[in-house]
C-alpha cells in the first residue's frame, strides 16, 4: 500500500470507530498524520483506539454530530490535543433501514437526514473557521453513490447523501481562493457493518448495479479519501468522486 504525505497533520474523521472511517484512519497514521476519532459509540471507539494507537497518536471524542455543542465540544478538545484541525472526514452516516418512502416513520426520515446531512454541516461549521485560521484545509465527505441514483426504498438515505454533494458544491466555492479543498466521494456498497441495517433485498439490489460485481472494500475507499485530503490534491474542489465500480461513470 502507498503511502501520502501526511505527516504532521491532524485529521478528525466522524464515524471513525468503524468502517470506511476506520480504514481511513488507520492509512492516515501510517502516512504520518494524527488522528482524531469521532463517534457516538464510547465502547468501540475505545477498543478503536486502543487498536489504531499502536500506529500513531489517537485521540476520541464521544460526538452527537446532529447537536451544535457537542460538536463544539469536540472540535475545541481536538486542537487542545492536536494543536490543529487540518483535515476533516465525514464518514459518520446511518441507513435507517429500509421501506417506501410512504411506510417510512417521519421520526426515521428526520433521524436519517439530521445525522447524515446535518451532522455534516455541523462539523463543517465548527472546523472550517480553525481552517481559515491555518490558512490550510481539506475536507471529504463520504456521500453515496444514492445521493446520485436515488435508491428505490431509501429515499431518506438517498435525500441527505443527494444533499450533502450540495453542501459540498457551496462549500467548495466559498472556500475556494482560501486553500481549503472540499470534495466528496460516492462509495457504492460497501463491505461494512452499515449492511447490517439493510435487507438482504436491498443488498441484492445495490449489489446488482455494480458492473465489477463485488462490494466495495474499506481499503480501497481510503485510498481515494486520504489522497483528496493531502496536498497532493491541489487544484480539485467542489467535486464528486466515483467509487460505485463503475456504476455511476458521470
Known sequence: MNQLDLNNRAVVITGGARGIGYAVAQRALRSGASVALWDIDGERLERSRAELSELGQVSTEIVELTQEESVAAATQNTIEQHGSIDVLI?????????????????????????????????????????????????????????GKEGNPNASHYSASKAGMIGLTKSLAKELATRNILVNAVTPAAAKTEILASMTQQHIDYMLSKIPMNRLLEPDEAASLILWLSSEDCAFSTGAVFDLSGGRTTY
Open 90 to 146: 465525514n464518514s459518520a452516516g446511518i441507513t435507517g433501514g429500509n421501506g417506501t418512502t410512504w411506510e417510512l416513520a417521519p421520526e426515521v426520515w428526520r433521524r436519517v437526514i439530521d445525522v447524515n446531512l446535518v451532522g455534516t454541516y455541523l462539523t463543517c461549521r465548527a472546523i472550517v473557521p480553525q481552517m481559515l485560521k491555518q490558512g490550510y484545509g481539506r475536507i471529504v465527505n463520504i456521500s453515496s453513490v444514492a
